[in-house]
């Protein structure tokens, strides 16, 4: 792998900061400094500072994302982020993002070739919301969402849309586009008021409180993989 994927998985730094120490001059492999263009495997000597790194397993931890915690790995505002609250020994970082005021299932993994391949939308992962929405939806609103609504970056797929009350709605969508639900819900006059992931590439929050995580079982992993096999 690249010299920098190695240094991420080693929990150094992101890609982004390893090229920088890379480019400083300040990483060696086998005792000669590494360049940002460096494949590395696994018996060759990295050091960083002249201290020797190794790269961590692999890490897979499902959180149930309270509200008020962003998914970016540090926050201007200082609010608390998704990485500070899972505390593991591997530096796992969030597959995708869900707004702040948004709760439910999210991905956090250390695995980056995984994590591109889930975030891609050629793999359509599947991702289930719950949303409380202002008013009373009509079977037509319920209609237009399914269908595909007009958004300012382009109409959106087809969806699965059911009504779970008068004001809560089910949306089982494959895009990640940015603020996505609750665009469409604007879209269709039903601002969202409360916006819950039950459900992200099969993986559900059961059994977790707002603020827990848990690892993914291999079989879990091993699902996530088949999922986003090439095809
Ligand atoms: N759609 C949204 O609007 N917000 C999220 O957090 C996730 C999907």
Redesign the pocket.
């Known amino acids: 792998m690249r010299l920098n994927a190695y240094m991420a998985r080693a929990g150094i730094a992101s890609r982004r900061k390893a090229d920088e120490l890379i480019k400083a001059g300040r990483v060696s492999v086998n005792g000669a400094v590494g360049q940002l263009n460096t494949f590395v495997e696994g018996k060759d000597r990295v050091a960083v500072d002249g201290r020797e790194i190794a790269p961590q397993a692999l890490a897979y931890v499902l959180l149930h994302k309270p509200a008020g915690v962003v998914t970016t790995a540090r926050d201007p505002h200082g609010r608390p982020t998704v990485v500070g609250l899972v505390e593991h020994t591997s530096r796992v970082v969030p597959v995708g993002r ?2 702040a005021d ?1 709760t439910g299932a999210i991905l956090l993994t250390n695995d980056g070739e995984l994590a591109h391949r889930l975030a891609h939308p050629k793999y359509e992962v599947e991702k289930v ?1 719950e949303a409380e929405v202002e008013g009373e939806p009509s079977d037509d609103a319920l209609r237009r969402l399914a269908g595909g609504v007009e958004l300012e970056d382009g109409p959106t797929a087809p969806a699965r849309a059911r009504r779970l009350g008068r004001s809560k709605v089910e949306l089982v969508i494959h895009e990640g586009r940015n ?5 469409m819900c604007d879209a269709v006059g039903h601002p969202v008021r409360r ?1 819950h ?1 039950t459900r992200y590439a099969g993986l559900t929050v059961e059994g977790l409180q707002p603020g827990d995580w848990r690892e993914l079982t291999s079989e879990e992993v091993a699902t996530l993989v088949a999922a986003t096999r090439t095809r």
Request: proline share 0%; aromatic share 10%; glycine share 0%.
């Open positions: 869900l707004d948004t919301y603020r996505q639900v609750k665009r916006l992931r």
